[in-house]
């Protein structure tokens, strides 16, 4: 732990304490963009602890850390390991079926937080246990719980398992490399460690956004394992739209877009050297309200379950923690939000027999023409394309019965 009162001197830390609670947002900012120590970090989550201890007031929490282990450290953040798990646990009560919750411990020593549901009212638990278990893999930034809508009735004919994708949720968060494949394997090799460890033969493999992604590298580096690929509104796929230069000289007339202002590039360039979600650890206490103003549709899309802010408490805990996946998705991402390896430059590695079916939102950001492209790329390999109608990115959650019902068709086409 630093000792601010030798970096500062008493006085002159209590009167930089208090000028930050004044203006959090600008300190941050400062802090962020003028610290002498910035040219040296070349680490951000590093830089980004270094201005929390030197910034911001002290809060002390005990809780356990991902690897088990006690820690006592203060953080300006309100946020711990124990309240992300409480919360959680206010969202998986509402489960009917049976949960057997608990963690993964993988051969390198990470552990995955991992839930299996089983249908507690089955009249033959070995029928349900002889089906292909469904495996769904969440997106950036999310965990388990967001599949609250979807884990009982996905498990009346078959076990379902959830998992928090190491660096997110309750998982353990280790580093990450900056390269982009090098974090991409670091992803699917710990999927492949969790399947080993728990002993599933084959699957059906859900994986939702980022999830999508790193699901379908799994199925082109694991086939065997997967029995069909269902890709949730995926992430990754198309690649970057390159400006095309004017074949024609004649063709001068075209309506060129400006350039940004150079002011816009310069806070672009700044926010670049950050991970996606330093702003909400960034907002210290006033981040549980950040998430809360800036994501009200997590509070609707649940609000039948809850009366309360349980769903915007819980994206903020899952993502308020020491950043680890998020690094990872980082370093496989380019500017806004392109991945740096497009899955669209991989997906003829599938093996042709693997069916494969890509369900998209009709009002999500991602664009469902890289399904047909998918399709067309694929060829007369079984490759389905659905747009459920009404739904977001977070498909899911907007239409979860339809969601629901064609996820249990596909997963009956398996076994």
């Given at each position: 732990m630093h000792d601010k009162s030798s970096a500062f001197g008493g006085a002159s830390f209590r009167l930089l304490r208090n000028v930050c609670l004044e203006k959090?947002?600008?300190?941050?900012?400062?802090?962020?963009?003028?610290?002498?120590?910035?040219?040296?970090?070349?680490?951000?989550?590093?830089?980004?602890l270094q201005c929390d201890r030197l910034t911001h007031p002290v809060h002390w929490s005990v809780s356990r850390d991902t690897n088990g282990n006690w820690s006592w450290w203060?953080?300006?953040?309100?946020?711990?390991?124990?309240?992300?798990?409480?919360?959680?646990?206010?969202?998986?009560?509402?489960?009917?079926?049976?949960?057997?919750?608990?963690?993964?411990?993988?051969?390198?020593?990470?552990?995955?937080?991992?839930?299996?549901?089983?249908?507690?009212?089955?009249?033959?638990?070995?029928?349900?246990?002889?089906?292909?278990?469904?495996v769904m893999v969440h997106g950036f930034g999310?965990?388990?719980?967001?599949?609250?809508?979807?884990?009982?009735?996905?498990?009346?004919?078959?076990?379902?398992?959830?998992?928090?994708?190491?660096?997110?949720?309750?998982?353990?968060?280790?580093?990450?490399?900056?390269?982009?494949?090098?974090?991409?394997?670091?992803?699917?090799?710990?999927?492949?460690?969790?399947?080993?460890t728990v002993g599933l033969e084959r699957m059906i493999l859900l994986g939702h956004s980022l999830g999508g992604y790193l699901a379908t590298s799994y199925a082109i580096r694991y086939p065997d394992r997967v029995s069909h690929l269902i890709l949730v509104d995926p992430w990754g796929f198309p690649e970057r739209p390159q400006p095309q230069a004017n074949e024609n000289a004649g063709q001068s007339l075209e309506v060129r877009r400006p350039a940004p202002p150079r002011w816009v590039k310069a806070i672009a360039s700044v926010f670049s050297l950050f991970n996606p979600l330093a702003v909400i650890r960034a907002a210290g206490p006033w981040g549980p309200g950040l998430v809360t103003r800036f994501r009200p549709d997590f509070k609707r899309k649940f609000e039948d379950l809850f009366d309360d802010n349980t769903m915007t408490e819980y994206l903020y805990h899952c993502n308020a923690q020491t950043p680890s996946g998020e690094v990872g998705f980082r370093a496989m991402s380019e500017s806004l939000g392109w991945a740096k390896r497009p899955m669209m430059h991989r997906v003829h590695l599938l093996p042709p027999s693997l069916p494969v079916t890509m369900l998209y939102g009709s009002r999500s950001w991602v664009d469902h023409s890289s399904g047909h492209r998918v399709a067309q790329i694929r060829g007369q390999s079984p490759t389905l394309v659905m747009v459920i109608r009404n739904a977001s990115h977070h498909v899911y959650a907007d239409e979860y019965e339809e969601f629901n019902n064609v996820v249990q068709k596909l997963c009956d086409t398996v076994d």
């Open positions: 959090v947002a600008v300190s941050t900012l400062l802090c962020y963009i003028t610290s002498a120590s910035c040219a040296a970090m070349q680490d951000e989550t590093e830089f980004e203060p953080s300006w953040r309100p946020t711990s390991m124990s309240l992300l798990k409480t919360a959680e646990a206010k969202i998986l009560a509402c489960l009917h079926n049976d949960v057997w919750a608990r963690f993964v411990t993988l051969p390198d020593h990470n552990r995955i937080w991992t839930l299996t549901v089983t249908n507690k009212t089955a009249r033959r638990a070995s029928e349900q246990a002889s089906k292909t278990p469904l999310g965990g388990v719980g967001l599949w609250i809508r979807n884990l009982d009735a996905l498990s009346r004919a078959r076990p379902v398992h959830a998992f928090d994708l190491l660096g997110f949720g309750r998982s353990s968060r280790p580093p990450f490399s900056t390269d982009a494949e090098l974090a991409e394997d670091q992803s699917v090799t710990s999927i492949e460690q969790w399947r080993q």
